[in-house]
């Protein structure tokens, strides 16, 4: 019986630190903290450029797409990353009306992360608003698949760490 307890606490020790290893990374994705313009903001016209901060440094890659009103892209001229800094430049548009702002950054982890949020243009032309076209969304599960799968990896590991040494008891 001795035996079996100096074995089970190095093991469930050794358990537990595994499923700290795996879980704490896999919450470290970028989040946008601040932008200028801020959501929803209402603006006279539309700023030369779009500028996005995250929590995190997030790696070389980001794509930032504004849409117009009338569903037409606002061209980005070039997009720059400084650390947790993503700067777009833009065309100038000279519609009135609601602007979305979409980003897709990369995190530090690896996982990709994305998000839009509207601007209102108070003063210009105004444009015919497109027809609105269904969205087709992500499910929860679709999205976090990796955690889930790894999660249930943990758990069947601390399980079995939990389970064996009571089915070698019971057997002795």
Do not use: C, K
Not at 158 to 169: I, Q
């Amino acid at each position: 019986m001795r035996t079996a307890r100096r074995v089970t606490v190095p093991l469930l020790l050794l358990g537990l630190l595994l499923a700290g290893l795996v879980v704490v990374p896999a919450s470290g994705h970028a989040a946008l903290v601040g932008s200028d313009p801020e959501p929803d903001a209402d603006l006279s016209a539309l700023p030369r450029s779009v500028e996005l901060e995250f929590n995190e440094p997030i790696g070389s890659s980001a794509e930032v797409a504004v849409t117009a009103p009338d569903g037409e892209a606002v061209p980005v001229t070039s997009t720059r990353v400084d650390d947790r800094f993503v700067r777009a430049d833009l065309d100038s548009s000279t519609a009135r009306g609601d602007f979305v702002v979409a980003y897709r950054v990369v995190s530090v982890d690896g996982h990709p992360v994305s998000g839009q949020y509207a601007v209102t243009v108070t003063e210009g032309e105004q444009v015919a608003r497109p027809a609105a076209v269904p969205v087709a969304q992500e499910s929860f599960v679709h999205r976090h698949r990796e955690h889930l799968l790894w999660g249930g990896l943990v758990a069947v590991v601390a399980v079995g760490l939990v389970v064996a040494p009571l089915l070698r008891r019971s057997s002795a």
